[in-house]
C-alpha cells in the first residue's frame, strides 16, 4: 500500500504589538471566517520573500500601514486535508511593530474581527498550540527590544563625560 505524499505549500505571517502608553506590549489578533482567532498569513506570491508576503499579507487583512519588521521569529509547519488534498505547510513568521495606526478588518480576506490583546490574554483567545508558541517567542523578543530600546534612552539622556585634557609635553 502507497503512502499518499503530502503536497507542500509554503506561507507568511506576522505578530504585530503596540506598546500601550506603559509600556505594556498588546499583541494584534484576527478572527477568520472559520471563527478562529490567530494572526495574519497567507500564501507566497511568485518570486516574494517570506518577509514581503507577512508585510502584505498583514497589510492586506489588518490595514495596518506602518509596520516596523523586526525580525524573524519561527517556521512552523502542520499537516492538514483540505478538499481531498493531504497538505504540508510550512509558514514563517516574522514579528512586526505598529507604533499607530487604525486596525480594520478586511472583510474580503475573511477577516471578521481584530483585537489588541495583552501577552496572557492573547494566548488564552487563540485558537491554535502552535500559534501559542510563536506568540510566545514574539513576546520574548518584544520584551528584549524594550529593555535594550530603554537602555539606548537612557544612555542618549545622561550628560557626555568630559574630553579629557590633553596630555603636558
Known sequence: M???RAEREVSAGGIVFRCDADGTPRFLLIKDSYQHWGFPKGHLEDG??????A??????ETGLEDLVVQGPIRIIDWHFRFRGRYIHKFCHFFLFESRDGECTP?????ITAVRWEPLESALEVLSYDNARGVLRRGAEMARTLRAVGEGRAQRRSEPMPPEPAPAPQ
Open 48 to 53: 516574494e520573500s517570506p518577509v514581503v508576503a
Open 106 to 110: 478586511q472583510v474580503a480576506e475573511g
Open 2 to 4: 502507497s503512502k499518499k
Open 55 to 60: 508585510l502584505r499579507e498583514t497589510h492586506e
